[in-house]
């Protein structure tokens, strides 16, 4: 089955009570039992609901893998991750990635005794030295948020598989559409289903796809023990969104690949990070690993400060100045003071991460209007 086709039918079938061919909401907190642990497949909502199931199976079909759990939010998804190590254990994450991400590895789960190194991922040496006995878990996000550095997800997979360390990646960037992480060796897949699984900016939610059955039965038991499990509606909101994810996502790549041509020839800008671009360090990794470039697009200014970035921010229309991305629409946003104020300015410094730094998130309105909409911001500075 082509992905095209997943998106539409992967794990769903038409209502086997009315024939309906969208999957229904199932809006109930309970089930009726003939007798004491005699059902038909669902006790309680917390724990199973037919339309969050329907949505596990599309999820897991995506991913090319035999699990998916569903979460209430992204850092939903990801706390039930990280709930898989103990205290003492180490995890590697990417030294360039989101915000809330860093955030709970910091200051949530560092806490409980688990310690957290970030790292280049890019440099496989580097990987190789700051592993230790301790080490549990590598952490990949691939395109990196911000910066939009790829990982090499073959290669850090396999030193892990070495060592027998589990590998996290973080698909959220590229979506099941571009890049296919259990194929590359991954262990387990997450995504904010938010972003472009949705694709509509009207529903929160998280997802973990695995092959391996103990991960998988690990995570239904913290879906359930925990509960951060998302609502029949928000589910039956994700399995319209995914219906067009490949046109989706594909429209937005055209867009961002144009748009960023644009960028690179406008002498109001510095520089500009896209996988697409010929001069990006890892263009060749992005067109083996991703079926395309992706729709996230970062720029910065020769000399900028923060109030160069706010003119910009300031004066975009077709660009809404929002957190949060992978939505039809284009948005605009300043990491430093919103998706990474939560990382110390010394660590986003490190990567590049300034405070000029503008990442837009390309949607798929027409692309001559959107390069018009940037042309009129630049003009105010």
């Known amino acids: 089955m082509k992905f095209g086709t997943k998106c539409i039918h992967a794990g769903l079938e038409p209502d086997p009570g009315t024939g309906a061919v969208m ?22 909502a917390r724990t199973q609901n037919p339309t969050r199931s329907a949505l ?26 990280m709930r898989l190590l103990e205290p003492g254990d180490e995890v590697i994450a990417t030294n360039d990635l989101y915000g809330g991400s860093y955030r709970q590895m910091v200051r949530v789960h560092g806490r409980y005794g688990i310690k957290s190194t970030f790292i280049d991922l890019a440099d496989i040496d580097s990987l190789r030295k700051t592993i230790t006995a301790k080490t549990k878990m590598i952490w990949i996000e691939t395109p990196t948020n911000p910066m939009l550095k790829l990982v090499d997800i073959k290669a850090v997979t396999e030193v892990a598989k070495e060592k027998g360390i ?4 973080d698909n959220t960037f590229a979506s099941p559409y571009l890049q296919q992480p259990l194929s590359l060796g991954a262990d387990i897949v997450l995504h904010s289903a938010t972003k472009y699984l949705g694709g509509h900016s009207d529903v929160v939610m998280g997802a973990v796809i695995t092959n391996n059955k103990e991960i998988a039965e690990q995570l239904y038991f913290l879906q359930n023990a925990v509960g951060a499990v998302p609502g029949p509606q928000d589910c039956f909101l994700m399995l319209r969104g995914i219906k067009t994810l490949h046109i989706r996502v594909e429209r937005s790549c055209k867009n961002a690949k144009k748009i960023a041509k644009y960028l690179v020839g406008h002498p109001k800008v510095g520089k500009v990070y896209y996988p697409g671009l010929k001069d990006h360090p890892q263009h060749d990794l992005a067109k083996t690993q991703m079926k395309d470039f992706g729709a996230m697009v970062s720029f910065d200014f020769n000399g900028g400060t923060f109030e160069t ?21 284009s948005l605009i946003g300043h990491p430093a003071s919103m998706t990474h104020a939560s990382i110390p300015k010394e660590e986003r410094f490190k990567v590049g991460l300034t405070d000029s730094l503008i990442r837009l998130s390309v949607g798929i309105e027409d692309v001559d209007d959107l390069i018009e909409d940037l042309e009129k911001a630049f003009r105010n500075i």
């Open 23 to 44: 999957t229904p909401i199932y809006q109930t907190s309970t089930y009726a039992q003939e007798e004491p642990g005699k059902h038909k497949g669902f006790e309680y």
């Open 56 to 81: 596990e199976r599309n999820l897991a079909g995506l991913e090319g893998g035999e699990s998916a759990i569903a979460f209430s939010s992204g850092l939903a998804a990801m706390d039930a991750v």
């Open 166 to 169: 589990l590998t996290c990646v």
């Open 309 to 329: 970035a706010n003119k910009v921010l300031a004066n975009t229309h077709l660009f809404t100045l929002a957190e949060s991305l992978g939505g039809v629409e």
